[in-house]
């Protein structure tokens, strides 16, 4: 009789438990999708947050004053901060400075250039020539070509050439001069090449009176002996011909077909009536 119980008892359990199995349905655990934005915003907010937001920050505006030392020394960069106005202000001033002089130089050489020619004095004063430098004069005389000297190499209108320099021998005891005649082409260096530069008598020579030019670093030095010259050094080339180191620069008017003319038969271009 008990097996039988028994029996019943476990087969009763069984089916009320499927029956409860089958009534009561599976929980599955879900997320809520509200909880998920929460979290991502709280990131967010957390991953913005400002220096300012924290409680142990401290702005520049709250910390304690500090004192700072002074009149130690100063490294190159601030003496150079310094100094740049102070060479700012010089170079302005030197630049004024120096265009009022060019200035008052070309009003006195353009003064000088609306002159009449004067008549060259039997003897000039080399000390005195700085006062009439640019000033229109005349001289009568011969040309001793036989001391004719060319400085060069020099351009003009890309050609290359010569300044001549001839020695003009005035009569009545009158002193001798040197005349800077004007541009000739390299062609034509030689006297036999230019017959008609080579102007024979007497003569009358109008030019500027001009101070001698001091010469740059970069310039060679003359070889006067070997008959080279590279820049009008008065002195020596009038110690070199026994003149007085006086200097005239030859004029001509601006004419284009007569600079053709003479270029072409080897008579010196002189130079125009002009300060520049």
């Given amino acids: 009789m008990r097996p039988i119980l028994s029996a019943v008892r476990r087969s009763a359990a069984s089916s009320w438990a499927q029956a409860r199995l089958t009534q009561t349905p599976r929980f599955t655990p879900r997320l809520d999708p509200l909880c998920t934005r929460c979290r991502r915003q709280q990131t967010r907010f957390q991953s913005s947050r400002q220096m300012a ?3 142990r920050w401290i702005s520049v505006v709250d910390a304690p004053a500090q004192v700072v030392r002074t009149g130690g020394n100063h490294g190159p960069g ?3 901060l ?12 030197w630049q004024i ?6 200035t008052n130089l070309i009003a ?6 609306v002159k009449p020619p004067l008549p060259l004095p039997p003897a000039v004063d080399p000390d005195a020539i700085s006062e009439f430098d640019y000033r229109r004069v005349h001289a009568t005389g011969r040309f001793r ?18 300044f001549v320099i001839t020695p003009l021998e005035r009569d009545n005891g009158q002193s001798t001069v040197l005349v800077n005649r004007g541009w000739i082409s390299k062609k034509l260096r030689d006297q036999k090449d230019r017959v008609l530069g080579v102007p024979q008598g007497e003569v009358t020579v109008e030019g500027l009176l001009r101070e001698p030019l001091k010469k740059n670093m970069f310039t060679p030095d ?18 070199f011909t026994g003149s007085e180191p006086v200097w005239i620069e030859q004029t ?6 007569e600079a053709y003319h003479r270029e072409t038969k080897g008579v010196p271009i002189g130079r125009r009536p002009k300060s520049t």
């Fill in 53 to 55: 937001d924290d409680p």
């Fill in 78 to 80: 601030l003496i150079i």
């Fill in 82 to 93: 310094a100094l740049i106005p102070i060479i700012s202000f010089a170079l302005g001033t």
């Fill in 97 to 102: 400075q120096r265009l009022e002089w060019k």
């Fill in 108 to 113: 006195k050489y353009e003064d000088h250039l």
């Fill in 145 to 162: 070509h036989d001391q004719e000297m060319l400085i060069g190499p020099r351009i003009r209108e890309g050609q290359n050439g010569f």
């Fill in 222 to 239: 003359n070889k006067p002996e070997e008959g080279k010259f590279y820049f009008p050094d008065v002195k020596q080339m009038a110690e």
């Fill in 252 to 257: 001509m008017d601006p004419d284009l077909f």
